[in-house]
């Protein structure tokens, strides 16, 4: 089994298909692409030219994907064990409303505003603009944390009682949410907190969090 993984490994996206295969179990090879000067080879696989894209070349070509929910839900169906989607129909469908939550509003509000702005600018030799940090630190950041504060209730994760798509997907935006150094206020969103801290330090997510923080570190420090 060959399975490639296509983009950058600071993507949250990315890592959302990297977390699914390590919860998996699965081996896979990551290709660094940047999504910013894609070549025409990428192009053929992810027409948006968006990272992740995905191969497996155990399948007859086509086997090319793109789009981590696509990716994921691929993973699920062809390797049911251990499961990452609820089995129940209901719960399943609440999953994936975090997993669409997560990748637009957590993306749009927390990435897109803090991550780009602080970490992706930097590598783009480009300036911080300020004022969109702080529009989405006052206004956008607390909608987000309160929502998923009152979600989560009492619950360790965001779906019944297991780690789910939706815990992948809500907390690899909130690694990017730390990558651009902010932290969640333990005051405030005691829970959510305390959520952050259990879903990050899971193996699969530590991994990425080990190999990604050299580099922020470096870009936080320029």
Known sequence: MALIVYGSNLSPFVRKVRVMLAEKGLDYRLEDVNP?????????????KRIPAFRDTDVAAPNSLCDSSIICDYLEHKHPSPPLYPRDAF??????????????????????????????KKLLGRETDNAVCARALEKTLPEIFDYLTKELGDR????????????????????NFQHAGETIDEARWPALAAYAKRVHGRP???????????????????
């Open 36 to 48: 910013f000067a894609a070549s025409p080879e990428f192009r053929e696989i992810s027409p948006m």
């Open 91 to 120: 719960a399943r469908a609440r999953a994936l409303w975090f997993e669409e939550y997560a990748d637009t509003r957590m993306a749009e509000g927390l990435v897109g505003a803090l991550f780009f702005e602080r970490i992706v």
């Open 156 to 175: 360790d994760f965001l779906v019944g009682n297991a780690f789910t798509i939706a815990d992948i997907t809500a907390g690899t935006m909130l690694v």
């Open 204 to 222: 699969s997510f530590q991994a990425c969090i080990a190999e990604e923080s050299p580099l922020i570190q470096h870009l936080r420090a320029a």
